[in-house]
Structure formats: C-alpha cells, structure tokens
C-alpha cells in the first residue's frame, strides 16, 4: 500500500512540474525548422577496419585474461604469504 502512494505522489509530483514545459516546436528556432533532416550514416562507415572482423575484440580478450591471470596469481601469492613473524608482531608487507 505504501508503495502505491508513493508511486502515486511521485506521478502527481511528475506531472505538476511538466505542466509548464513549452511545446518542443517552440524551443526550436525557425532556421533549425527550416533544415533538411540529415542524412544517417550506415555505423560500418565509422568504424575500424580492425574492428568489423572481431580481430582487435580477440586482442584486447586475450589481454584481458592474461591480466586476470596474473592478478589471480597475484592474488595467491598474498593468501599464502605468512605475515606473522613469531614475535605478535605483524612484518610489514
């Protein structure tokens, strides 16, 4: 029940605060209006040749696991590292 109230305030609270919006014709300036629509571009166009084969996403893959790899190895060495030095003092790592 709560839940609905506040989703129902929230709704209330929307709507009085874009009540005072302008109409979206009006914030355009006329020579904006007056524009041909542009023309879109197919996305291959911007892209790197690299790119569009998945060669560059293999590479920058392996890299990424070989990172994982050395930060788990990384990872492994500090678990098993003894830092009690026998005198209740910890060493400093």
């Known amino acids: 029940m709560r839940v609905t109230l506040i989703f ?3 709704c209330i ?10 109409e979206i014709d009006d914030t355009i300036s006329k020579t904006a209006q007056d524009q041909p629509i542009p023309k879109l571009l197919q996305i291959d166009s911007f892209l790197e040749p690299g790119i569009t084969d998945g060669s560059a996403i293999e590479e920058d893959t392996e890299a990424l696991e070989a990172r994982v790899e050395a930060l788990k190895r990384k990872a492994a060495a500090l678990r ?14």
């Open 13 to 22: 609270g929307i709507s009085a605060c874009s009540r005072d919006l302008p």
């Open 80 to 93: 098993n590292r003894d830092i009690y030095d026998g005198q209740d003092n910890l060493r400093d790592l």
């Open 8 to 10: 129902l305030a929230a």
